[in-house]
């Protein structure tokens, strides 16, 4: 059973996101605290968290910046400010979505069941799917990618982004075609969540857009993956 840990301090709204994500047979676990949030990831290894951003002990983005420090668990942020600038934030410190309050809870389990279907689509790869451009090497079986043999901690909507360009180098990609291929994505004009999403990857790289080595940036066209494989 798939399970899912929701760190809210609003209690009234743990309780009725875990009677909803029940019914669609999840297994819920429910806390209020950022020290019982991170006690509960290790004993309890959940495959995917909500994230509330306005808590008093410890905000949602620092929360996040110590979890990515040791771990890639998905996560969906969860904020009574939806405006675009937490957007971004949430996103550029590896959050894999983020969703505005007030929201309807069916659209929360839609983004829940997206994230998991990208993990296991991914876990069902046959072994063996390893690519290697200079000192990058991208094992697409167990979703993990090394830089001159340094693990790379990629959430999974960045490793997908990776995942696409290392199939497709040497071709333009359009925010249109990253937008269609990589899940869990929005974007219109008033949202830069792709081109943030490849500005975390590119620092995860260590890729400077000014000289790239990886990712080279197609003004009015979209981005390039300049690796030659091995």
Known sequence: MIKILILDDDKDLGELLQDYLKGFGFEVVVCHHPKEAFAIIESEKPDLMTLDVMMPEQ??????KELRQKSALPVIMLT???????RVVGLEIGADDYLPKPFEPRELVARIQSILRRASSEAE???GGVVKFAELSVDLS???????GTLLELTSTEFELLKLFVNNPGKVLS????????SGIEWDSFNRSIDVLVSRLRQKLNDEPKHPRFLKTIWGSGYLFLGIEE
């Not at 167990?142 to 001159?148: C, G, I, R, T, V």
Request: proline residues 3%.
């Open 59 to 64: 905000d949602g983005f620092s929360f996040l």
């Open 142 to 148: 167990k979703h993990e990618a090394h830089l001159s």
């Open 175 to 182: 925010r249109d075609e990253i937008l269609n291929q990589v």
């Open 80 to 86: 009574a400010r939806g405006d675009l600038t937490d």
């Open 125 to 127: 790869r046959p072994k």
